[in-house]
Nanobody, 121 residues
Framework: VQLVESGGGLVQPGGSLRLSCVASGSIISVVAMAWYRQAPWNQRELVAR???????NYADSVNGRFTISSDNAQNTVYLHMNSLKPADTAEYYC????????????????WGQGTKVTVLS
């Protein structure tokens, strides 16, 4: 299974970006997908998560500014980021909880390589 993120870049404060993450490979079912971020010298933190049924949750720091959505048929998750702040600067990682033919009992975690978001200060 591979997760590939795209959409990062450089943006002015108050600007917007949309991140995408596509999961591919031997996938039986994607149970949930999430976006995490890690700024230099900080721990990786959960930004937003969406389960297959569509329920979502967000970190307090992004609630109301970011929206997570998914296309289950395409095994794709998006992160729409609005009103970006310099504090949002980080490497953004996609994580999938995915059931594969090799482990049908429970989903396993798969991570992408990350996409960098820089909000100018």
């Amino acid at each position: 299974v591979q997760l590939v993120e795209s959409g990062g870049g450089l943006v002015q404060p108050g600007g917007s970006l949309r991140l995408s993450c596509v999961a591919s490979g031997s996938i039986i079912s994607v149970v949930a997908m999430a976006w995490y971020r890690q700024a230099p010298w900080n721990q990786r933190e959960l930004v937003a998560r969406i389960v297959r049924a569509g329920d979502t949750n967000y970190a307090d720091s992004v609630n109301g500014r970011f929206t997570i959505s998914s296309d289950n048929a395409q095994n794709t998750v998006y992160l729409h980021m609005n009103s970006l702040k310099p504090a949002d600067t980080a490497e953004y990682y996609c994580k999938g909880d995915i059931v594969t033919p090799f482990e049908l009992r429970s989903p396993e975690e798969y991570w992408g390589q990350g996409t960098k978001v820089t909000v100018l200060s």
